[in-house]
């Protein structure tokens, strides 16, 4: 079973802070993925990886950052926090393509910004 | 680009009822469907997939959904569904020509009544 695992699990901040989010794979995946989950809008994709180095924008990528520093760890960075981005954030990884691909997901962080 | 619309945000059913939760999908082209599950304050974790072949696929605990393409359509069924079904399911479709972006509805609540 893959593992995914993110950190932090809860996270409060203040508006204006920085905040990141952190993943660790250990099931050598190409692709790593960031949604957020909000009640009414699902899970919106905000920035996705192929691999190390590589990050790609998603449907929701303004007011965050991506970035890919190797194939393990995939962190999500608001560089200014603003109350519109409390949420609960799902890491992935996986490969969806083929007939057996799929995505495998972390316990999400539950943000909020105060 | 590739959308999901999940139309019942809600779905309250008895136990040992039968269950038809509604997906359908945006894309021109080939699609991959996915159904996933979410227990309470878990991560996503697949149900099934359709990628190629026989329109009917199988999945996890008596789920299965078929795929008609006239219709757009992916709708996820059980013949009769237990007390622990109750979950968030989401439908998600990502497009044969970029695999790895995977794209989620809204989701469907489902309580099951005992």
């Known amino acids: 079973e893959a593992a995914v695992t993110q950190s932090p699990r809860n996270k409060v901040a203040v508006t204006g802070g920085k905040v990141t989010l952190s993943c660790n794979q250990t099931?050598?995946?190409?692709?790593m993925y960031w949604y957020r989950q909000d009640t009414g809008h699902g899970l919106r994709l905000i920035h996705y990886?192929?691999?190390?180095?590589?990050?790609e924008k998603g449907d929701i990528p303004d007011g965050y950052k991506a970035s890919r520093p190797s194939q393990e760890n995939f962190s999500l960075i608001l560089e200014l926090a603003t109350p519109s981005q409390t949420s609960v954030y799902f890491c992935?990884?996986?490969?969806?393509?083929?007939?057996?691909?799929?995505?495998?997901f972390g316990e999400g962080s539950k943000l909020t910004v105060l | 680009a590739q959308s999901v619309t999940q139309p019942d945000a809600r779905v309250t059913v008895s136990e040992g009822a039968s269950l038809q939760l509604r997906c359908k999908y945006s894309?021109?082209?080939?699609?991959?469907l996915f159904w996933y599950v979410q227990y309470p304050r878990q991560g996503l974790q697949l149900l099934l997939k359709?990628?190629?072949?026989?329109?009917v696929v199988q999945g996890v605990n008596g789920f299965e959904a078929e795929f008609i393409k006239s219709n757009s359509s992916f709708h996820l069924r059980k013949a009769s569904v237990h007390w622990s079904d109750s979950a968030v399911y989401f439908c998600?479709?990502?497009?044969?020509?970029?695999?790895?972006?995977?794209?989620f509805g809204t989701g469907t609540r489902l309580q099951v009544l005992p």
């Open positions: 894309y021109s082209g080939t699609p991959y």
């Open positions: 099931n050598n995946h190409n692709n």
């Open positions: 992935a990884s996986g490969e969806p393509g083929g007939n057996t691909g799929q995505l495998y």
């Open positions: 359709y990628y190629s072949g026989d329109p």
């Open positions: 998600a479709v990502s497009a044969a020509s970029n695999t790895n972006k995977v794209v």
């Open positions: 990886s192929y691999g190390a180095g590589s990050t």
